[in-house]
């Protein structure tokens, strides 16, 4: 079994370049990180995200313990077993879901026999206990059981259980949370500690809020942790992009240099871009794969100039008759053997195909992105 491995192969003022070695094979960084929250990438079989080639994608423990649940999960032998997802994957925590969806002013209800019931039924610095919103039944979210779902999913890479703070929340609360942010990675790396005959990575996660004071100290506490990896989170929340470029700004000084750093839910092209050079090794991101399922596709050209407009809607009528490759500079399956004006076609008439296939475009194009990326940081 490899041991999880993070070494830095070059670095300078545009950033740095990487390796992360795990259980499940080699991811060179900077690298893009595509979601596939329930054990899927939405639309693609695992021999097609190979295929791109896929590095290195995310999935959820807070929603695999609602569906399929966890029971079911270890019985079908981990992720990786029941998925047929052969690469590494990186976890989150549960803790953005359960706070996000928790907030008094969150219109996600859980349903109990037809009636809304609040969604978080208690919390405290212990726990969180919460409603399933599909059929009301509690589920209970702390540190050790964090750690236990997501050894029972079998992710390469864990995420810390953290309580994530919203978008301008006063101080006072931004405070508490990371407190408790804090007393809950220390539980962790406890957990964690005990058993890992698979040599998995746990990262701490940074909070603060949008707190200059807070984010310094959390990001100087993570760092002095012992885990194997750090990463940013509670940046895109519903601040603006100037907002969360300042969140970044805070703890950049203080971020490791021999730990692997992941920014959590950050990953549209201007933000890679920008953000690399802060020593940012790894970006997940629902936005390639959203995008691609609504008909709106990457343009290479674009993507490599880095323009401000860096997306074309394929549901256009002008595609109609369009019998030019989707993308000329790409060279994926998509573009190598299909038109405009069928992928078109697929939207209009709403066939799977068409979502199977831009999905296949957006994400080679990020791959070839972060491509270029890497070879940039010479």
Known sequence: MKKFVFEVLLKSKKGRRGKITTAHGTIETPAFVPVATKGTLKGLTPQQAAE????????????????????????????????????????????????????????????????????????????????????????????KTSIAFQRIIGADIFMAFDECIYAYAPHKY?????????????????????????????????QGGMHEDLRIASAQFVAEQN???????????????????????????????DKPVHLLGVGQIDDIVDLVQW??????????????????????????????????????????????????????????HFSKAYIHHLFKQRELLGYTLATIHNLSVMEALMKKIRSELQ
């Open 279 to 336: 020593g940012i090794d790894t970006f997940d991101c629902v936005e390639p794969t959203r995008l691609a399922r609504t008909g709106v596709l990457y343009s290479t050209q674009a993507v490599f100039k880095r323009s401000d407009s860096y997306t074309f809607d394929i549901v256009k009528n002008k595609y109609a008759a369009d019998t030019s490759t989707v993308d000329k500079l790409c060279s994926c399956y998509t573009c190598s």
């Open 227 to 257: 885990v194997q990896g750090v990463a940013i989170g509670g940046v895109s929340v519903g601040e603006t992009k100037k907002e969360m470029r300042e969140q970044i700004g805070y703890v950049a000084p203080y971020l490791p240099s």
């Open 52 to 143: 791109i080639p896929i590095q290195l994608s995310f999935v959820n423990s807070y929603h695999l313990a609602l569906s399929p649940g966890m029971a079911t999960v270890e019985k079908l032998g981990g992720v990786h077993a029941m998925s047929g997802l052969t690469y590494p994957l990186m976890c989150d925590s549960g803790g953005f879901q359960i706070f996000s969806l928790g907030r008094a002013d969150s219109k996600q209800k859980a349903r109990v026999r037809g009636e809304e019931e609040p969604f978080i039924v208690k919390k405290t610095d212990e726990e969180v206990i919460f409603r399933s919103p599909y059929n009301g039944e509690t589920i209970t979210f702390n540190p």
């Open 174 to 206: 931004a405070h508490e949370a990371t407190k408790r942010t804090h007393r809950w990675l220390t539980q962790c790396i406890s957990e964690h500690k005990k058993d890992n005959p698979r040599n998995q990575a746990l990262y701490g996660v940074i």
